[in-house]
C-alpha cells in the first residue's frame, strides 16, 4: 500500500517574553511547506500563522504578567547591620541549606531536589559559607519564581512564613518592593496574587511547574 506521512509541526510562540511576529510564523509555515514537499508529505498545522499570532501575543500578555518574581527583604535598623553568625544560625532554623554563596530552600522530588526559594544577600559577593562573628550584612532577600512552582501557593506561604519568622529572629525591618511602608497585610496580599496565578495557569491549560512553563520562564 501507499504510505501515508504528515509533517507535524508547532510554532515556537514565545521568545524570552517576546511574542513571535507574523514575518516570523509565516517563514516557520514556509520552510516547513517546502519540508514536506521535499519529502512528498502532507503538512498538519494546528493553526494558521495568524491565529499562531494572535496566541502569541496573548501568551507574552500572560508572561508579562507573570514572569516577576516574588521578592521579600529583610533590612538592619538605619545604621545598623546583621551580625554575620546570627544570620547563618537563622537561615539555618529555617531550613535553608547553603549553596554556591546563597541559602535555599530545598525538596526532595524523586530522585533530586529542587529549590523553592533563596535567601540572597544584597551584596553581590554573596554569603560566605561560615560567616564569622565580625562579619556585617545590612540587608537579605526571599525570593523565588511562582510560576516554576508546581505548588506556587503552598511554596509562597511558605517562604513568606520563613520570612517573617527570620525577620523576627533577627530583629529585621521586612520591606516590599513598590511599598513605602510594611504592614502585615502585605504579606497576604502577596500570597493571594500568587494563588491567583497558580489559577490563572491552569485556566490557561497549563501545568503550574510543567515541562512548558519551565520552557517559557526559564
Request: a negative charge; proline letters at 5%.
Amino acid at each position: 500500500g501507499t504510505a501515508i506521512m504528515d509533517v507535524v509541526a508547532s510554532y515556537q510562540l514565545l521568545e524570552r517574553g517576546n511574542a513571535a511576529s507574523l514575518e516570523d510564523l509565516n517563514r516557520f509555515d514556509r520552510h516547513v511547506s517546502e519540508l514536506g514537499d521535499a519529502v512528498d508529505a502532507e503538512k498538519l498545522m494546528m493553526a494558521t500563522p495568524e491565529q499562531a499570532l494572535e496566541q502569541s501575543q496573548k501568551l507574552a500578555e500572560f508572561f508579562a504578567l507573570s514572569c516577576e518574581p516574588l521578592e521579600v527583604s529583610i533590612c538592619a535598623p538605619e545604621g545598623q547591620a546583621f551580625m554575620g553568625k546570627l544570620v547563618e544560625t537563622s537561615a539555618k532554623q529555617q531550613g535553608l541549606d547553603f549553596m554556591d554563596g546563597q541559602y535555599v530552600r530545598q525538596k526532595r522530588m524523586a530522585s533530586h531536589n529542587i529549590i523553592l526559594y533563596r535567601m540572597v544577600s544584597h551584596d553581590p559577593r554573596g554569603f560566605d559559607r561560615d560567616m564569622s562573628s565580625n562579619s556585617h550584612i545590612e540587608c537579605v532577600k526571599f525570593s523565588m519564581f511562582p510560576a516554576l512552582s508546581s505548588t506556587p501557593g503552598r511554596d509562597a506561604k511558605e517562604m513568606l512564613d520563613a520570612t517573617k519568622a527570620f525577620a523576627s529572629r533577627v530583629k529585621g525591618e521586612i520591606r516590599i518592593p513598590g511599598e513605602r511602608e510594611y504592614h502585615p497585610d502585605l504579606l497576604l496580599k502577596l500570597r493571594n496574587s500568587v494563588s491567583n496565578l497558580e489559577k490563572d495557569i491552569v485556566s490557561a491549560g497549563l501545568e503550574p511547574g510543567g515541562p512548558e512553563i519551565s520552557r517559557i520562564f526559564s
